[in-house]
């Protein structure tokens, strides 16, 4: 998986968490709770799905990597391997 | 004796029970029944759902009070009736009813009469509690092989469940209140809840003599306790600050029972049970604040997996009519992404609201010594009539010892 493409996913997640989310319009540096209005269940569950659907579970001590969906989605490139 | 005097028809009314158009809230005056769930003929026992009812804040899952047989049916699908209104006859004698499944009635303590739900003891994993979150099943409707429930045995119940809705995907279906514009119903549905939250507030502050309690807590402790417990378990179980803190503030409330209950006609209730009613916000705006029920027998785990339920089905619009009707004592937490501090309206007919403020980092003076902490600014709203400010201040000191030791806090009680 690429990094485009592990970006398509996290935007697809994000989706079907937050449907009103603007999921094209996500600032990749800017903090995604704000970005996608994703409160602290809501990214607990993008996590879940992420590892569901990736196969990669983010530790929470990572969680300071994957704020942005740059971060996330460099993350999950990088530990796909 | 009295009874071989009477009629043969008082004997008959004796066992027909009626069941009405619920109060799911203080401001609610009317319903719409969208939907029933059962025909005339079935049986049905105590915390069934039985009929969906559309109110201005969503569509609810409306339970039964009692076992019986539905004998008639009187309110059509679409009608809108009041609350009070009979909706269906019951035939409570007529009845061969089964044992509940143990796993759902060993949960505990004594029901009240008037309040009948589902027990949140039901044993099932994370996964499948999540299928049945997502597929809008009630765990405790469910048979777990093994004692324990399992994704299988959720979608089975799925398969044979006709007058369910179809199944889902993976993803939850849109609120109901999402892509408000450019649908006329679902704008007309926003306007309406928004007048129901304005009446009730209205009603609030003008009755209520509120009073208003601010301390800040120490959530370094709690903090590190759950890295530590995060850092063992996978994903779907890890655990979010917000159990905590709403298990702290169900512990709270047992040792001060005057911020837990219901003030009607001017005489404070004390409940013995603590169903804290959880303020979700919902997506295209508006608030919903089911309950929790038993918050304060629960440990964190079941807690934690609880509130995902809840928060998921009142933004699906699924909720039931028990979690709507009896929240004791409402918390709201602004979270993550919150202001610092707020200074809540108390829902009526209940006494106390709690308020969560966003966890910050501040300076923070131990033994002399100054360095920096992750705090949370911890208000309490709270009723005059009910009580004063140092029971007020008590109810705090109590969170706040909660936080501070929560290993404590983290099993379950009778």
């Known amino acids: 998986m690429t990094i485009e493409e592990s970006r398509e996913v996290v935007r697809a997640l994000i989706a079907g968490i937050a449907p009103d989310a603007d999921v094209t319009g996500i600032n990749p540096d800017v903090d995604l709770r704000r970005e996608a209005d994703l409160d602290s269940l809501d990214f607990q569950t993008l996590i879940e799905r992420i590892a569901d659907t990736t196969g990669v579970e983010i530790p929470e001590a990572d969680y300071p990597q994957v704020r942005s969906l740059r971060g996330m989605s460099e993350y999950i490139e990088a530990h796909l391997r | 004796m009295l009874s071989a005097s009477l009629p043969p028809w008082s004997e008959w009314w004796a066992v027909m029970a009626e069941f009405r158009m619920p109060s799911l809230g203080a401001d609610m005056t009317e319903g719409t029944l969208l939907e029933w769930l059962v025909q005339p003929g079935d049986v049905v026992h105590r915390g069934d759902i039985v009929a969906v009812v559309d109110t201005s804040k969503s569509a609810i899952d409306v339970e039964v009070f009692q076992d019986g047989?539905?004998?008639?049916?009187?309110?059509?699908?679409?009608?809108?009736?009041?609350?009070?209104?009979?909706?269906?006859?019951?035939?409570?004698?007529?009845?061969?009813?089964?044992?509940?499944?143990?796993?759902?009635?060993?949960?505990?303590?004594?029901?009240?009469?008037?309040?009948?739900?589902?027990?949140?003891?039901?044993?099932?994993?994370?996964?499948?509690?999540?299928?049945?979150?997502?597929?809008?099943?009630?765990?405790?409707?469910?048979?777990?092989?093994?004692?324990?429930?399992?994704?299988?045995?959720?979608?089975?119940?799925?398969?044979?469940a006709p007058t369910r809705e179809p199944a889902t995907t993976s993803e939850p279906a849109p609120a109901p209140l999402d892509h408000a514009a450019g649908d006329p119903a679902v704008a007309d549905h926003a306007a309406a809840m928004r007048r129901a939250i304005a009446n009730l507030m209205a009603r609030s502050k003008r009755e209520i003599p509120h009073y208003y309690l601010q301390t800040t807590v120490d959530m370094s402790r709690a903090l590190e306790w759950l890295a530590h417990e995060n850092a063992e378990r996978a994903v779907s179980d890890r655990l979010l600050p917000a159990a905590l803190l709403l298990k702290a503030v169900a512990r709270a409330a047992r040792e001060v029972p005057e911020m837990n209950g219901f003030l009607a006609d001017g005489v404070f209730t004390p409940e013995k049970h603590v169903h804290l009613g959880v303020a979700v916000s919902l997506r295209g705006g508006g608030l919903i604040a089911p309950a929790l029920h038993d918050a304060d027998t629960l440990s964190v785990n079941e807690l934690m997996s609880q509130l995902k339920d809840l928060v998921s089905r009142s933004r699906s619009g699924r909720l039931r009519s028990s979690e709507m009707s009896d929240p004791t004592l409402t918390v709201t937490n602004l979270g993550e992404q919150g202001a610092e501090l707020v200074h809540g309206v108390i829902y009526p007919p209940q006494v106390a609201l709690v308020g969560f403020g966003r966890i910050v980092e501040r300076p923070w003076a131990v033994n002399g010594m100054l360095t920096v902490h992750p705090v949370v600014a911890v208000t309490l709203a709270a009723d005059h009539r009910v009580s004063d400010g140092h029971r007020g201040g008590i109810f705090l000191a109590a969170i706040d010892r909660g936080l501070q030791s929560p290993q404590n806090l983290q099993e379950g009680e009778a």
């Open chain 2, 69 to 160: 047989r539905i004998a008639e049916l009187l309110v059509d699908p679409g009608a809108t009736v009041p609350v009070g209104t009979v909706l269906a006859v019951l035939d409570g004698k007529n009845v061969d009813v089964p044992e509940a499944p143990s796993d759902v009635a060993a949960s505990g303590a004594a029901e009240s009469p008037q309040v009948a739900r589902h027990r949140g003891s039901v044993k099932a994993s994370p996964l499948a509690r999540r299928r049945a979150a997502e597929l809008g099943i009630d765990l405790a409707s469910v048979h777990g092989h093994g004692g324990v429930i399992s994704v299988a045995d959720v979608e089975a119940v799925e398969t044979h």
